[in-house]
């Protein structure tokens, strides 16, 4: 299975679209959807670019949802997009993967997509809004 062009698009919300390569917040080079291999400062890329490169950046993590089972397209673009934020070691580990292996209902795996809201210790805005949005697809 392949990400969506749903989950693609939603990428680019939550982590920006920047056609012309910029030094992000660890000073590393980086150019449209958070893509960071080989970016060399002023280099600039077109928005099919951007999304082909991204396509290439999430083909690991694709890769490991895959091996996981089965799944909608809801549930593998929702996992997918938590393992591109929060790294495939986090899902291996978390009561999140448990659950869905599990095959746990709605309220618990809700409950556990919000239990990653947290940067430095506080709930982050931008990440609730990005947990809503896995748990939403999860169930479509």
Same mark, same amino acid.
């Given at each position: &299975?392949?990400?969506? /062009?749903?989950?693609?698009?939603?990428?680019?919300?939550?982590?920006?679209?920047? @056609?012309?390569?910029?030094? /992000?917040?660890?000073?590393?080079?980086?150019?449209?959807?958070?893509?960071?291999?080989?970016?060399?400062?002023?280099? =600039?890329?077109? &928005?099919?670019?951007?999304?082909?490169?991204?396509?290439?950046?999430?083909?690991?993590? #694709?890769?490991?949802?895959?091996? @996981?089972?089965?799944?909608?397209?809801?549930?593998? /673009?929702?996992? =997918? /997009?938590?393992?591109?934020?929060?790294?495939?070691?986090?899902?291996?580990?978390?009561? @999140?993967?448990?659950? =869905?292996?599990? *095959?746990?209902?709605?309220?618990?795996?809700?409950?556990?997509?919000?239990?990653?809201? *947290?940067?430095?210790?506080?709930?982050?805005?931008?990440?609730?809004?990005?947990?809503?949005? #896995? &748990?939403?697809?999860?169930?479509?």
């Amino acid at each position: &299975m392949r990400s969506s /062009d749903i989950l693609i698009n939603q990428l680019k919300v939550f982590e920006g679209c920047k @056609l012309k390569a910029y030094r /992000d917040t660890s000073n590393i080079p980086t150019v449209g959807i958070g893509h960071t291999a080989g970016v060399k400062m002023g280099q =600039v890329i077109t &928005m099919v670019q951007a999304e082909s490169l991204c396509r290439t950046d999430i083909q690991e993590m #694709e890769h490991y949802v895959n091996a @996981l089972g089965t799944f909608t397209q809801g549930q593998f /673009d929702a996992l =997918v /997009d938590f393992v591109y934020n929060c790294g495939i070691g986090t899902l291996r580990k978390s009561k @999140l993967l448990a659950d =869905v292996r599990a *095959k746990a209902g709605r309220a618990v795996i809700e409950n556990d997509f919000f239990q990653y809201v *947290k940067s430095g210790g506080k709930v982050t805005p931008g990440l609730v809004t990005r947990r809503k949005w #896995e &748990m939403k697809r999860y169930f479509e």
